[in-house]
């Protein structure tokens, strides 16, 4: 099964950064890649599907890049809203989710 | 408005069967557009895919799970289930029932609040 290896695992930032967050995938995986946030106590919401394009409704400042194996979610900058944990998920290969990011304060 | 609720007991005992019900309204499970999926997220950890089922019955079923796993479709009252066998605290999780895009882009676009099972000894 294909392996998502997230990166960091938590970081702290402040309001009006940037905030970039790495996925590795253990195959390639062209670019059948979600980016998902969850705030606590919530169901997961979608940001970016397909690697790179923005779900309806979510705000621009999030964008995501990549292809392959190696993926990025950028936020450019950070709002109090921000504050959650961030999930990539493959779908290439049934489907399995890296470990989180978690971003804080 | 698409909205998916999950049902079932809160606590399930050592090597019994855990049951649950995905209600869905605003849109039909029928429907050929969508893998109907369950996920489940262990206490402060992170996603797992468990499996999904399509409108014409066909599934698909984690394979570290495969062998405990089995998921039905009720159209008459729009609502999927799950049911997990022989389960061991290493099944206490929340589990959210989602919607899944099954053509071309595949992603979870809707998802139940999520309901937490422990699993008691």
């Known amino acids: 099964d294909i392996q998502m290896t997230q990166s960091p695992s938590s970081l702290s930032a402040s309001v009006g950064d940037r905030v970039t967050i790495t996925c590795q995938a253990s195959?390639?995986?062209?670019?059948?890649l979600n980016w998902y946030q969850q705030k606590a106590g919530k169901a997961p919401k979608v940001l970016i599907y397909a690697a790179s394009n923005l779900e309806a409704g979510v705000p621009s400042r999030f964008s995501g890049s990549g292809s392959g194996t190696h993926f990025t979610l950028t936020i450019s900058s950070l709002q109090p809203e921000d504050f959650a944990i961030y999930y990539c998920?493959?779908?290439?290969?049934?489907?399995?989710f890296g470990g989180g990011t978690r971003v804080a304060i | 408005q698409v909205q998916l609720q999950e049902s079932g007991p809160g606590l399930v005992k050592s090597s019994e069967t855990l049951s649950l019900t995905c209600a869905v309204s605003g849109a039909s499970i029928s429907s050929g557009d969508h893998y109907w999926t369950w996920i489940r997220q262990h206490p402060g950890k992170g996603l797992e895919c468990i499996g999904y089922i399509y409108y014409i019955g066909y599934t698909y079923y984690n394979p570290s799970l495969k062998g405990r796993i089995t998921m039905s479709l009720d159209p008459s009252n729009n609502q999927f289930s799950l049911k997990l066998r022989s389960v061991t605290a290493a099944d206490t999780a929340v589990y959210y029932c989602a919607r899944e895009r099954s053509s071309g882009v595949r992603y979870f676009d809707y998802w139940g609040q999520g309901t937490l099972v422990a699993v008691s000894s």
């Open positions: 998920q493959q779908y290439n290969d049934f489907s399995t």
């Open positions: 195959q390639d995986i062209s670019n059948y």
